[in-house]
């Protein structure tokens, strides 16, 4: 089951650290748990041995997800996205016309979210509702308080 997912390079990047640091650290210390549980004798009755083999095999799993997530990986070329539409990547200023706040968004891939950095997900309510959108644009964005709507100000890369 390949499913493409697309990063941003600093995104892909990440991920390949975080994969680094469970092969060449994380496993090596499993191991050595185990090793020492092995010698604590019988495995028959080592809680020990059993947690350890329990933590490599998580471990394990979640090894192979990562492996397999940066094999289907695609790296973004900005520099052929349509500036003129709120697209992945695009950085967005919308005006809530209910309230009159304006907000500042930057649609990225789901693992690269963080909204304290103003980072939303591209399959987050408000995303889907700007996607191909133009400046100028009224949108009527369904989110948990209900349907408000938001005038697109900005669109830049």
């Not at 390949?16 to 009755?45: F, N, T, W, Y």
């Not at 492996?67 to 919308?94: C, G, M, P």
């Amino acid at each position: 089951m390949r499913s493409v997912k697309y990063y941003t390079l600093e995104g892909l990047t990440k991920l390949k650290e975080e994969l680094d640091h469970l092969v060449s650290v994380e496993r090596p210390a499993i191991s050595r748990q185990i090793a020492e549980a092995r010698d604590k004798g019988d495995l028959s009755e080592n809680a020990e041995y059993d947690a350890a083999k329990d933590a490599q095999g998580m471990l394990e799993m979640k090894i192979s997800k990562l492996q397999e997530e940066i094999r289907n990986a695609r790296i973004l070329d900005e520099s052929k996205l349509d500036r003129s539409k709120v697209l992945l990547l695009s950085t967005v200023k919308i005006k809530n016309l209910k309230n009159d706040t304006i907000m500042t968004y930057t649609l990225v891939p789901e693992k690269e979210a963080n909204l304290k950095k103003s980072k939303i997900s591209v399959s987050s309510p408000i995303a889907r509702g700007l996607l191909g959108k133009s400046v100028g644009e009224i949108v009527e964005i369904v989110v948990p308080a209900g349907t408000l709507p938001y005038q697109i100000i900005e669109i830049s890369r």
